[in-house]
T-cell receptor, first 113, second 112 residues
Framework: AQSVTQPDIHITVSEGASLELRCNYSYGATPYLFWYVQSPGQGLQLLLK??????LVQGIKGFEAEFKRSQSSFNLRKPSVHWSDAAEYFCAVGADSWGKLQFGAGTQVVVTP | EAQVTQNPRYLITVTGKKLTVTCSQNMNHEYMSWYRQDPGLGLRQIYY???????DKGDVPEGYKVSRKEKRNFPLILESPSPNQTSLYFC???????????FGSGTRLTVV
């Protein structure tokens, strides 16, 4: 069965430190990959997406993600986090271009001073 | 402003009383979708639509109905709500099916 896994439910990081959020998927072919962020009480905002080509993808707010086919992973990174990065982050995977999009359970990021 | 608008933002209802949550987008997007968000489960897709009169089931369609009679609107219908449908619901739209969705602000539904 197709699945999306975010192994870390909760991550605490110091302001200014680097951040890496993990995402693993199980799909038959190379899927469409996305990262979203949800600030408290808000809807979801698209950070970045990968379809094909360069496996290192740049997104908004200083985030980047790297697609690794051999590991079925699409990890999100940020070199230096800001207090405003405290939010919940979701990895999402689409198997086709018809609009079906599956989300992981999310990773809650807490930023400490 | 380009946006997805859901109404209402908050809704408390009783078991069995039919309700509709409206969703409208002003971006001329082809694709629309409904998700529900529950703690620890992330977002689960209920239904999605590729165009007017074309819809398909997502991962958790039981107990829900949708219709797409106009491109801009995609209402979610609960014919007989039950307490296990208490959740935060999001509507979303996309120009293409693989572009990533733009989400509305959410509707928090409580069924008692």
């Amino acid at each position: 069965a197709q699945s999306v896994t975010q192994p870390d439910i909760h991550i605490t990081v110091s302001e200014g430190a680097s951040l890496e959020l993990r995402c693993n998927y199980s799909y038959g072919a190379t899927p469409y990959l996305f990262w979203y962020v949800q600030s408290p009480g808000q809807g979801l905002q698209l950070l970045l997406k990968y379809f094909s080509g360069d496996t290192l993808v740049q997104g908004i707010k200083g985030f980047e993600a790297e697609f690794k086919r051999s590991q079925s992973s699409f990890n999100l990174r940020k070199p230096s986090v800001h207090w405003s990065d405290a939010a919940e982050y979701f990895c999402a995977v689409g198997a086709d271009s018809w609009g079906k999009l599956q989300f992981g359970a999310g990773t809650q990021v807490v930023v400490t001073p | 402003e380009a946006q997805v608008t859901q109404n209402p933002r908050y809704l408390i209802t009783v078991t069995g009383k039919k309700l509709t949550v409206t969703c409208s987008q002003n971006m001329n997007h082809e694709y629309m979708s409904w998700y529900r968000q529950d703690p620890g489960l992330g977002l689960r897709q209920i239904y999605y639509s590729m165009n007017v009169e074309v819809t398909d089931k997502g991962d958790v369609p039981e107990g829900y109905k949708v219709s797409r009679k106009e491109k801009r609107n995609f209402p979610l219908i609960l014919e007989s709500p039950s307490p296990n449908q208490t959740s935060l619901y999001f509507c979303a739209s996309s120009l293409q099916g693989n572009y990533g969705y733009t989400f509305g602000s959410g509707t928090r539904l409580t069924v008692v």
